[in-house]
């Protein structure tokens, strides 16, 4: 089986290697998956780098931390071979081997099987990307988001969180106001149904009042940092912010106003400890609220050979949509 897999040289630094290697190679799991389709998720750029990111712990190793396949052989009853599945998270492609191999071996708890109608190509269009951007629509919904109160804001609009969240928001009936620091992207943003461009700079400021006119109705932030702290004093009265990324940074420079004068709240969303039913509930949702042609107008054709290109621009900001590994 082929497999992209990190190795250290005699400095202790990470190189890729495309290589052939025996399933006996694989770790310990109840279940064998033949990977269709991976994907190129920001961690996966952390994975791919010479230093692991600080998530690898362990070298040889192979990263992909999300795949859709075919069930082999398994262990447990929950599954059986021909079964299409997906993973995400749990840690896969960090601590665990992923799935930039042709076949992986994993624990039964972290699959979830496909929902009807939606095929392993498109699990991973979607990926761990697009399942965190339908987790933050869900956590903003049970927060008493409704689309008749005003624009979303979504933010790193172009990248995988941001163009999923931008498609599932707009297929909702939402107003979308997308946040972008490529104005080159606007078309494509309008096409997943942005109607409002925001450009980065606008938005980027450090900022000079704590609060500022109520805006934003909601909030899909996959940037973080400065961009964060502004956005906070822009929401409206009672509304949230779903907080997923980093992209702009971790240190978050905000003050405590927007919470205490305008009851906004900031909604943490983890996509890798998810519990099962949860997860099982996210996959059905993106089945019914994402727009599959929207989705394949989001995907950027990739294999292995491509990934430690595309890993390290996807650190620099430099990937479009969806990257998208064709393993079979
Ligand atoms: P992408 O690289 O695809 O998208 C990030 C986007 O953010 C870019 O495309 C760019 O959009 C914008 N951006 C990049 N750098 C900056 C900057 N310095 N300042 C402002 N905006 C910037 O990554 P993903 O969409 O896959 O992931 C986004 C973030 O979400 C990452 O930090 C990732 O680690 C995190 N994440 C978290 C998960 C969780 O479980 N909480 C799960 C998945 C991802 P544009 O050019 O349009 O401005």
Redesign the pocket.
């Given at each position: 089986m082929r497999a992209l897999i990190m190795e250290q040289n005699s400095d202790g630094l990470a190189e890729p290697h495309i290589k052939e290697i025996s399933e006996d190679a694989l770790p310990e799991g109840d279940v064998l998956v033949r990977v269709e389709y991976s994907t190129l998720?920001?961690?996966d750029g952390l994975c791919l780098s010479p230093k692991g990111g600080g998530l690898v712990r362990n070298y040889p190793h192979v990263p992909g931390i999300d795949f859709a396949g075919t069930v082999e052989t398994s262990e447990c009853p929950d599954f059986k071979p021909g079964d299409k599945v997906v993973l995400t998270g749990w840690r896969v492609g960090e601590v665990h081997w992923g799935g930039y191999a042709e076949k992986a071996r994993v624990k039964s708890d972290w699959l979830v099987p496909l929902p009807d109608g939606v095929t392993t190509r498109q699990a991973m269009a979607v990926g761990?990307?697009g399942f965190?951007a339908m987790l933050a629509v869900m956590a903003l919904e049970e927060h008493g988001l409704k689309p008749d109160q005003g624009p979303v804001l979504v933010t790193?609009?172009?990248?995988?969180?941001?163009s999923v969240a931008t498609a599932i928001l707009a297929h909702l009936g939402y107003e979308v106001a997308a946040?972008?620091?490529?104005p080159e992207?606007a078309d494509y943003l309008k096409s997943m149904g942005a109607t409002q461009i925001v450009p980065?700079e606008d938005i980027?400021e450090t900022i000079k009042r704590p609060l500022e006119s109520e805006t934003w109705a909601g909030c899909i932030d996959?940037?973080g940092?400065e961009?964060l702290a502004r956005v906070l004093g822009q929401m409206k009265y009672n509304a949230s912010v779903a907080a997923?990324?980093?992209?702009?940074g971790a240190a978050v420079p905000a003050t405590i106003i927007p919470f205490i004068l305008r009851g906004v709240n900031l909604l943490g969303?983890?996509?890798?400890t998810q519990p099962k039913e949860r997860r099982i509930r996210c996959w059905n949702r993106i089945a019914t609220d994402l727009p599959m042609d929207k989705l394949e107008a989001m995907i950027q054709p990739a294999t292995l050979e491509d990934l430690p290109e595309l890993g390290a621009s996807?650190l620099k900001?430099g990937?479009k949509g969806r990257v998208l590994v064709d393993l079979s």
């Open positions: 998720n920001y961690k761990t990307a965190t790193g609009a172009t990248g995988g969180v941001g946040v972008t620091g490529r992207g980065r980027n996959a940037v940092g961009m997923i990324g980093l992209a702009g969303i983890d996509s890798v996807i900001g990937v």
